[in-house]
């Protein structure tokens, strides 16, 4: 690498970050994934089988862990 850490640290600074989903957005974003994560769970666990698997507890437990980095980054703790 030829840059020095000083160059690219300089090149960086005339393109700041711009989050895909906005500071004011975050907590809605979170309340909709938590919630949602937690009726997909709770349907899944009304109605347990291999076929539901796929279709409900995998969607909602991904619902549900990214409702809660968005709801920790929300409030203030970052991650």
């Known amino acids: 690498m030829d840059s020095s850490l000083h160059e ?25 994934l938590v919630v949602l994560g937690f009726l997909l769970g709770g349907t899944f666990a009304l109605n347990r ?6 279709i409900l507890a995998i969607p909602a437990s991904l619902a549900l862990a990214f409702g809660v980095v968005y709801m920790f980054c929300a409030v203030g703790v970052y991650v």
């Open 49 to 54: 089988s291999v076929v539901t698997l796929p």
């Open 8 to 32: 690219v640290w300089q090149a960086a600074a005339g393109s700041p970050f711009v989050p895909t989903i906005g500071k004011g957005s975050q907590f809605p974003v979170a309340l909709v």
